[in-house]
């Protein structure tokens, strides 16, 4: 067990290094001047150039400016914003946890909903509930989710009048964050129907935002259902005279799971992507939102920080996923 | 036991040969019903692409300045001159969508046969070379599996400047590992097979031992991912579109439609669920053959 | 009162190919604390008939029976829950691949307690202390530690011996043992077969070994029923059988041991057990069988009475001659 888990933080190493790389590349590889870019003004005397290029280290060699970068960005320096002026680090912490509200209730949105959709469909394999289950994530998949969100808010805001179309909270509510979790400042703040509102304003991006996640968990749960339900080990559970519900909960599903823990790990990249145009639909205040802002925008200090936060935070999960893979195989945690 | 008994030796009267192999995998094919829908539908969105000018009753950028946001026909204030109604600046919406159907094709088209082709490539030499080579081509892969997709898409057309082009490019981009991991997975398990040590044994050289020994040993699984790809590139170009990073107005992609018809949509839903709806049917006729694809062409991995 | 009951079981199961029949009007009846042996090929059935006793075939099975009665309860229509009152605690199986039967994502401790747990409703504490010593019963060392074992870290005859303990751990009345050692080394095979018998004698449960090995059958069983293509051709005590096999099939399998062949070449039955597209008609071993005469091929054997072993011939053997047989052919061998 030690083994795997030493073994998995030293690949991290490198991909850690080609994640800053590409993220110091992306800002010299934008057209035009870099130092503009950087400064954010459209055209300079040739003396505030001079002064801008010691400024931002472009005199020195590439790689002692890589190495300045990776230094910068190891101690949570990332520039400022051209915008906001206020330091991009500073700007990703205030709109993450927005972010991570949205997504951990999409994922458990998809969890919730998958897991059993798809336990349920393999043990009633070619019924007609195996086939709606599993066209209807052939359809979760197949739509591109800001159109399944537009056409959410066309029906429950615009003809029901059920959800709100737009934000997190009502305007009319107005506390200091306290965990940035929108869900629980509201039950802090005690404010009269401040939670109920928090709760209308999450449920449609939760929903669209889980829709993918929720049909690749639900397909991935009946392909490794499938195979377990026929292996032998079930065929004893079920001699043993264990009730159907065990055999399947218990015997067949925690076998299932290791296969379908590794899905849910992956949905984390789709979970990202799926915010950005979640968030852009909703006027969700989250990263995913400020990254597309930045960049029509030109604020690159900003898109240059996202980049490589967002991007080691995924890696970061991906290896809490491994190591939970780690734990519950139990060939790996007990290896011989 | 008697001599006769030995000769009851089995022959095995099946037809072989590249035709055969073809029909046995449509036999199978054939039976997944979805997959033949999946078929017929994108069959059908083919034909409606490349007879778009013909079909279409207008051009998609023409402005009838006279009927702006009209409703579809059957509904009150719809007239059969729209089928579908219009946008805001009056361009009929069945046009827009048959000439939608058109980029969303060549799209599909254009990036699978970049990634695949530069993916094998890549993969192919991967797998062979090994070592040092091989190695730092599967970090350069990691690199870019550990970005979120759409976003090293949009960051990858934000360094190269919105427009169609770019998108295709950033998203052939981001296909790169899958194929590039597929085919050096094939490699490196094909290499080891007793058939291939015959071939080198035999004197074929490197190039055509990987191309004509190895390569289409390794074809089912491509194919597969091709299909995924497609359908991939499609939605990819489409949410590209819907942030204003891909085909720029006023070209009629059907993800840049949705974009331009967002701030209508409690006035005029048409606009928004049509270009979507296009996407939808063609996107899942895809993913249907692709299932398809996939438990024809090894019918022992079938799921089912 | 016997044990067991059964009075013409058949299997079929609908494939895509149409229906096929594994088990074909197969009775016997089992007392109590008696061993049998059910021998045959693949393709026998024996393992089906068992399962289907046990109710543990897939749906696509369709399993009747004129009787199919355990200890005085008819089995067929039972509802689930009373059936699963009697599986896993009356009737216990245990399979060919030790290694694949047992969960590998639980403790051992954790699939034995599971049983005295459901079925006899113990404590915890109970079950725990129980499992151990019914761990020592089998045969295994340290059997405190070996609890908190995963199947994965256990050799194949250790997780032999875990499955018997599963399958005795509520004092069943009857053990099925389907081909217990097939997958297991030589050294270990007659270790396991000596436990089951030796738990055997102590409990006095019945026990039923289904297996292919005519050797095994020969150390173990008071009494054979040899199957073949679904259908029961003889049953038998022991040493009757082996002295005087009435169906041809079984005479030939047991010219077929080595021990027993004197020629250079050992002899083989020609042929291929029956599948679903070539079952013959009239009798199912004529294609294999020398002595099969234009009768054979035509009209199905009746069973022969008791004292010819029940033996689905229309010329049973008596010490090697086919009774009634037209012409006087001897083994064309």
């Known amino acids: ?336 | 036991m008697t001599a006769e008994t030995i000769h009851h030796a089995v022959i095995d009267h099946r037809r072989g040969g590249r035709l055969a192999l073809f029909l046995e995998f449509w036999s199978y094919f054939r039976e997944n019903r979805g997959a033949v829908a999946g078929l017929v539908v994108f069959a059908i969105t083919c034909l409606l692409a490349i007879f778009a000018n013909v079909i279409a009753p207008y051009g998609p950028t023409e402005q009838f300045r006279d009927a702006l946001l009209q409703a579809p026909v059957w509904q009150e204030g719809g007239s059969t001159r729209f089928l579908l109604g219009t946008d805001a600046v009056g361009r009929d919406l069945l046009s827009r969508l048959l000439h939608g159907a058109r980029y969303s094709l060549f799209i599909g088209c254009i990036v699978v046969s970049l990634s695949l082709v530069v993916g094998v490539l890549v993969g192919l030499f991967a797998g062979f070379i090994g070592g040092t080579v091989d190695t730092l081509i599967m970090r350069l892969m990691d690199i870019i599996l550990a970005f979120p997709s759409l976003l090293l898409a949009l960051t990858l057309v934000a360094v190269l400047g919105p427009s169609l082009t770019n998108a295709m490019i950033a998203i052939a981009l981001i296909q790169q590992p899958h194929y590039v991991r597929l085919t050096r997975g094939s490699v490196l398990t094909e290499k080891t097979k007793d058939y291939v040590t015959a071939a080198r044994v035999a004197g074929v050289g490197p190039l055509r031992l990987m191309f004509r020994t190895i390569l289409p040993n390794c074809m089912a699984p491509l194919i597969v991912q091709g299909a995924l790809s497609f359908s991939d590139a499609i939605l990819g170009a489409a949410a590209l579109g819907f942030l204003g990073m891909g085909a720029q107005p006023p070209t009629p992609e059907w993800g840049t439609m949705l974009a331009e018809a967002r701030e209508f949509i409690l006035r005029a839903w048409w606009v928004v669920t049509f270009p979507g709806l296009a996407i939808l049917i063609t996107v899942l006729a895809i993913n249907l053959m692709g299932d398809g694809l996939r438990d024809a062409l090894d019918p022992r991995l079938k799921r089912s | 009162m016997a044990l067991l009951e059964i009075n013409n079981l058949t299997v079929e199961f609908s494939t895509s190919h149409g229906p096929f029949r594994a088990v074909d009007g197969v009775s016997f009846s089992l007392d109590r604390g008696e061993v049998l042996a059910i021998v045959g090929e693949s393709g026998s059935g024996k393992s089906v008939a068992m399962l289907a006793v046990m109710g543990l075939l897939p749906w696509t099975a369709r399993v009747t029976a004129d009787r199919l009665v355990f200890d005085g309860k008819e089995l067929l229509g039972l509802d689930d829950r009373a059936r699963r009152a009697i599986i896993g605690k009356d009737i216990t199986m245990i399979f060919q691949e030790p290694m694949s039967s047992l969960n590998p994502c639980f403790t051992v401790g954790f699939q034995l307690i599971e049983s005295l747990q459901f079925h006899l409703g113990m404590s915890r504490k109970q079950a725990r202390n129980r499992a151990i010593e019914i761990l020592r019963d089998v045969g295994i060392s340290a059997a405190e530690r070996r609890m908190s074992a995963f199947p994965h870290q256990l050799s194949g005859g250790m997780n032999q011996r875990v499955m018997i303990a599963i399958a005795i751990a509520c004092k069943p009345k009857l053990l099925i043992a389907d081909e217990p050692t097939t997958a297991l080394d030589v050294t270990i095979q007659a270790q396991i077969l000596d436990l089951l018998l030796s738990l055997q004698r102590e409990t006095g449960m019945a026990l039923v070994l289904i297996t292919h090995s005519m050797g095994v059958v020969a150390e173990t069983a008071e009494r054979v029923s040899v199957q073949y293509a679904g259908q029961k051709v003889e049953e038998q005590d022991v040493a009757g059988l082996f002295s005087d096999p009435h169906h041809p099939y079984t005479a030939a399998l047991l010219a077929a041991l080595p021990e027993r062949s004197s020629a250079r070449r050992l002899p083989s039955i020609p042929g291929v057990v029956p599948g679903q597209f070539n079952r013959p008609t009239g009798c199912l071993f004529t294609p294999r069988c020398s002595y099969a005469t234009d009768l054979c091929r035509k009209l199905a054997p009746p069973p022969q009475p008791p004292a010819l072993g029940f033996a689905l011939c229309h010329y049973p053997l008596i010490a090697g001659r086919p009774q009634g047989h037209p012409g006087n052919r001897e083994a064309a061998e």
């Open chain 1, 1 to 336: 067990m030690l083994r795997f888990l030493f073994t998995r933080l030293v690949l991290l190493v490198p991909t850690f290094i080609g994640i800053t790389i590409a993220a110091f590349a992306f800002i010299r590889l934008l057209p035009g001047d870099p130092i503009l870019v950087m400064a954010g003004e459209r055209t300079v005397s040739p003396e505030r150039h001079a002064e801008l290029l010691k400024q931002f280290g472009f005199d020195r060699p590439l790689w002692q400016q890589y190495l300045e970068y990776l230094g910068n960005a190891l101690s949570g320096d990332l520039g400022r914003s051209l915008v906001t002026k206020r330091p991009v680090f500073d700007e990703f912490m205030t709109l993450f946890p927005a972010t991570l509200e949205l997504s951990l209730c999409a994922m458990i949105f998809a969890v919730v909903l998958g897991i059993p959709a798809g336990s349920v469909a393999a043990v009633k394999r070619g019924s007609p509930w195996d086939h709606m289950v599993m066209g209807s994530a052939l359809v979760g998949f197949s739509m591109p989710i800001f159109w399944w969100g537009l056409l959410l808010i066309i029906l429950f805001s615009g003809i029901l009048h059920w959800t709100p179309v737009s934000g997190r909270i009502s305007l009319t509510y107005f506390f200091p964050p306290v965990t940035g979790l929108m869900l629980i400042d509201s039950l802090l703040s005690g404010q009269k129907g401040a939670f109920t509102s928090a709760l209308s304003h999450l449920i449609l991006p939760t929903v669209v935002l889980g829709t993918i996640p929720l049909a690749v968990i639900a397909r991935q749960t009946r392909s490794a259902m499938l195979e377990v339900l026929s292996e032998d080990y079930v065929r004893t559970a079920r001699a043993k005279g264990l009730p159907a519900s065990r055999v399947i909960g218990i015997h067949a599903l925690r076998n299932a799971m290791i296969p379908v823990i590794t899905t849910i790990g992956l949905q984390v990249g789709t979970l990202v992507a799926g915010a950005i145009l979640t968030e852009t639909i909703f006027s969700w205040p989250g990263i995913g939102k400020w990254m597309v802002d930045s960049i029509f925008r030109r604020d690159y200090p900003s898109v240059q920080g996202g980049l490589l936060l967002i991007a080691v935070m995924v890696m970061l999960v991906n290896l809490i996923v491994d190591l939970l893979y780690g734990v519950i195989n139990p060939r790996i945690r007990h290896a011989r």
